[in-house]
């Protein structure tokens, strides 16, 4: 069962303008959510977190907004770079330190 | 470079042959965790060592499957009588959790690509 999901598998955007990426979850035990930014022949590397008890964390062009009421939690990117094309995956922490991966999202950002 | 590091980066075998990888982790890292990628998933977790103790297996991990961590530092990960299911991008990643503290963040490797023909 996939307990955390990202719909929208693609997104076009175009240099200088903003990306937003959504992720929603099912299970209230996470305590944590991570996104993960891909690139092809590369691991996942680490983008910014999140702390279930709160609802806003900003890191420079980076910006992750969780409700937890609704179960979702979304990626800001302001502004777009063209080396910002990548795959984004959505993670959720649980147990020990283990993460759920969301199936990613292609982003293209068009200079 | 002080970034998890795995080993080879492409394996090419034939179905039924036995593979092994390796990952060494970032070096003060004491937790190192396996996940496998396939095509148009995100990565699927298979198991955790926290130093040398294997705490945690998930049922994707079949008994043709074993990892090991002598000593805490590097591990390897074996697949015996490889199959065409094995197929994918096999990830190691690292994390710490000194003093008390969990740090949620899991650095990861570029991958072993495995391909079962």
């Known amino acids: 069962d996939q307990q955390v999901k990202q719909n929208s598998p693609s997104l076009s955007v175009q240099e200088g303008r903003i990306s937003i990426l959504n992720c929603d979850y099912t299970n209230s035990m996470f305590d944590y959510f991570l996104w993960y930014k891909k690139y092809p022949a590369e691991g996942p590397t680490f983008l910014i977190s999140?702390?279930?008890?709160?609802d806003k964390n900003e890191d420079g062009r980076f910006t992750v907004f969780l409700n937890k009421s609704a179960k979702h939690l979304s990626l800001h990117i302001v502004p777009s770079q063209p080396g910002d094309s990548a795959v984004y995956f959505c993670a959720a922490r649980y147990g020990n330190n283990r993460l759920a991966f969301g199936k990613g999202n292609q982003v293209v950002v068009i200079p | 470079d002080t970034g998890v590091s795995q080993n080879p980066r492409h394996k090419i075998t034939k179905r039924g042959q036995n593979v092994t990888f390796r990952c060494d982790p970032i070096?003060?890292?004491?937790?190192l965790y396996w996940y496998r990628q396939t095509l148009g998933q995100g990565p699927e977790f298979l198991t955790y060592?926290?130093?040398?103790?294997?705490?945690?297996k998930s049922r994707l991990l079949s008994d043709r499957f074993s990892a090991e961590r002598p000593k805490g530092s590097f591990s390897t990960l074996e697949i015996q009588r490889t199959e065409q299911g094995d197929s994918a991008m096999y990830l190691c990643?690292?994390?710490?959790?000194?003093?008390?503290?969990?740090?949620?963040?899991?650095?990861f490797g570029s991958g072993t690509q495995l391909s079962v023909l």
């Open positions: 070096s003060e890292h004491n937790r």
């Open positions: 060592f926290q130093n040398e103790a294997q705490l945690e």
């Open positions: 999140i702390s279930s008890i709160k």
């Open positions: 990643a690292s994390s710490s959790q000194l003093g008390g503290l969990r740090d949620e963040k899991l650095f």
